[in-house]
């Protein structure tokens, strides 16, 4: 495994990064503010941020957490995904997931993109990783890969970019530490709250308290329809994305 990361680490460093310009739409409805739209092209990308060596990987579950996923099966989840080499889940067969329910939460997850040089923008190790069943934070090898800002690796997905980009190359693992704060509805239906997350990719911090306007939504405006504890579920975007370390602590 060191042998094959360096492999991929020596290639990104000797090809030459091309930016495809602008990636994504200007047909797509503005965002509350109005300065971009849902997906926008001309929206800046963030900044790269290299992290710290192994930040957060092997990260144990404390004491108190549901652990969802070690390398030992199945039981939390509502189907399975092939088990490679090493203990990981990899992709397959539609999405996955938990049996039980969550409302508030400390999540954390590891994932790793496979090399995928022939593509490029969202077909380049996508995956997602969606709170309630409905709040997105996406998965993409985000690693000199150029997307719209909104859609990239730890993006809440269609809503807000990740403040830096933090993603390692394909080929090597990354961590997700996510608080989550459920939305609260009043009796009429009406959100009192909306849902709010703390996002830390490769232990930087690229969300801190922020909003979702809604359950996540592809090219439109999310709406808020009351509901109570979903699944924690990972989506099957085709792609061979693996995750080991799973495990998450209701709050």
Not at 47 to 72: F, I, M, R
Not at 88 to 112: N, S, Y
Request: hydrophobic content about 35%; proline content about 11%.
């Amino acid at each position: 495994m060191i042998r094959y990361a360096l492999l991929v680490a020596l290639a990104g460093a000797l090809l030459p990064v091309q930016d495809p310009g602008p990636v994504g739409y200007d047909d797509t409805p503005f965002l509350p503010g109005g300065k971009w739209r849902v997906h926008d092209k001309n929206r800046p990308v963030p900044a790269v941020v290299t992290p710290g060596s192994g930040a957060n990987l092997h990260s144990p579950p404390p004491s108190d957490a549901v652990v969802l996923y070690d390398g030992s099966g199945f039981d939390a989840w509502d189907k399975a995904w092939k088990q490679v080499e090493g203990g990981a889940m990899e992709v397959g067969g539609g999405d996955i997931a938990t049996k039980r329910p969550f409302g508030d939460c400390q999540l954390h997850l590891e994932w790793r993109s496979p090399v995928m040089a022939d593509k490029t923008s969202q077909s380049k190790g996508n995956s997602g990783v969606f709170l309630m069943d409905r709040y997105e934070i996406q998965v993409l090898d985000s690693y000199q890969n150029r997307t719209y800002a909104d859609g990239q690796a730890a993006a809440m997905y269609g809503l807000k970019p990740p403040d830096v980009n933090a993603c390692r190359p394909p080929g090597e693992w990354q961590s997700y530490d996510i608080s989550f704060r459920a939305p609260r509805f009043a009796a009429d239906g009406s959100v009192e709250s909306p849902a709010r997350v703390t996002v830390l990719h490769n232990g930087v911090l690229v969300h801190h308290d922020e909003p979702f306007l809604g359950p996540t939504a592809h090219r439109s405006l999310p709406e808020y329809a009351p509901h109570g504890p979903a699944p924690v579920r990972l989506q099957d975007h085709g792609d061979p994305v693996q995750f080991r370390n799973v495990w998450i602590r209701p709050l």
